[in-house]
Structure formats: C-alpha cells, structure tokens
C-alpha cells in the first residue's frame, strides 16, 4: 500500500516556483488547495516562502517581498501513481529528484520523499516564525532535542544548534534538504527526553 502523506521534491525552473503552486492546482482541477482536503482529492503542493521587507538604500525605496526558501523546489504531497501522471502532464516540471542511497526492484533509483510530519513541522516553523529562516544544507551535528514551550510555536520539537557567534538556533531537520533553522530564544525551550 502506498503511502499519500508523503512529499516529493519537484525541481522546477528558477523564480517561477510560486507560479507553478497555481499551474499544479489547475491540473488537479483544485484553485484553492484547502479545498483539495475537503474535496477528497489527494494531491498538495506547496512552495516554502517567508515575508522580508528589502531595501534599496541608492534608491530610497522599501518593499515587501515573499522570499522563496527553497529556490527551484515545488514540494508535492501525491501518491507514486499520481507523481507518475504530474511528471507525465506538467512540462514545468523539469523533474523529480531521487534518492541516491535507494533503488527499485528493477535497479532504478527511488524518487525521493519526505516524511509528512517533517513538512508539517516545517511549514508550521514558516508560518509562525518571527525571525528569518535558512535553509543550511551542510551535515550539522544534532545538539539537544527541545520543544517549544511559549508562543505561537508551542509544541514545535527541534534542535539546538549554537552558531560560532553565541546565537542559538532552532532546527528541524527535513530530510534531503537539510534543516530549516531560525534564531531563538534559549529560555522558551524545554530540554525532551529522548
């Protein structure tokens, strides 16, 4: 049985991720992805952005943009059947990236998928944030399991990672990207047993 709650990583062409979300939605016959869960419908995309206020000091001028966090990644919540069907009709999907460690019974490679609970910790971190979110692709080493206690982010469980300027940070790990982290507060963190 398959399983639906996973993500597929779609690699799309720069600075047009936010334009495919909307094409995606088309081809699924969905124009508001709330509606694809009450609906039954099975297929989610989503493009990972945060609000940033940019300034261009020359010209005097101050603008909000939405920032993509994860350039030319569409992130795909669908079964293998229904990825099939997207990489055969979606022709802005350049394709979908696998996963080097695994292969098929007939020796191919295995698309890649993250786990449905790491996206939901991530887009809760990019929805509730106050203070900007990196993406660091480097091989971190995990510090301290902690969870949130205080805030819109209570509950959130992540990691501590201490930067070489003092700052701490807080980390959730998704898997083939890395971990998503922002600068936070150490005493709005509860040490978990693991």
């Known amino acids: 049985m398959e399983n639906n709650n996973d993500w597929y990583i779609a690699i799309v062409t720069p600075?047009?991720?936010?334009?495919?979300?909307?094409?995606?939605?088309?081809?699924?016959?969905?124009e508001d992805m709330d509606e694809i869960y009450n609906a039954g419908n099975k297929v989610n995309a989503y493009v990972p952005t945060q609000r940033e206020l940019h300034e261009w000091p020359s010209i005097k001028k101050r603008?909000?943009?939405?920032?993509?966090?994860?350039?030319?990644?569409?992130?795909?919540?669908?079964?293998?059947?229904?990825r099939y069907d997207l990489a055969c009709r979606a022709k802005f999907i350049i394709r979908f990236l696998t996963d080097r460690a695994r292969v098929d019974e007939n020796g191919f490679?295995?698309?890649?998928?993250?786990?449905?609970?790491?996206?939901?910790?991530?887009?809760?971190?990019?929805?509730?944030?106050?203070?900007?979110i990196t993406i660091d692709t480097s091989q971190l080493h995990k510090g301290t399991k902690v969870r949130v206690k205080t805030g819109r982010m209570a509950g959130l469980e992540?990691?501590?990672?201490?930067e070489p300027n003092g700052s701490v940070n807080l980390a959730i790990y998704i898997d083939y990207l890395g971990c998503a982290k922002m600068e936070f507060p150490i005493e709005d963190l509860d040490i978990v047993e693991e």
């Open 158 to 162: 992540g990691y501590i990672l201490r």
């Open 109 to 132: 490679r295995c698309f890649a998928r993250i786990p449905h609970s790491q996206m939901e910790n991530f887009m809760r971190m990019i929805g509730d944030a106050k203070n900007p």
């Open 15 to 30: 600075n047009t991720e936010k334009e495919c979300v909307k094409k995606v939605k088309k081809l699924v016959g969905v």
């Open 63 to 82: 603008k909000w943009i939405e920032r993509v966090l994860c350039p030319c990644y569409l992130f795909i919540q669908c079964t293998e059947k229904e």
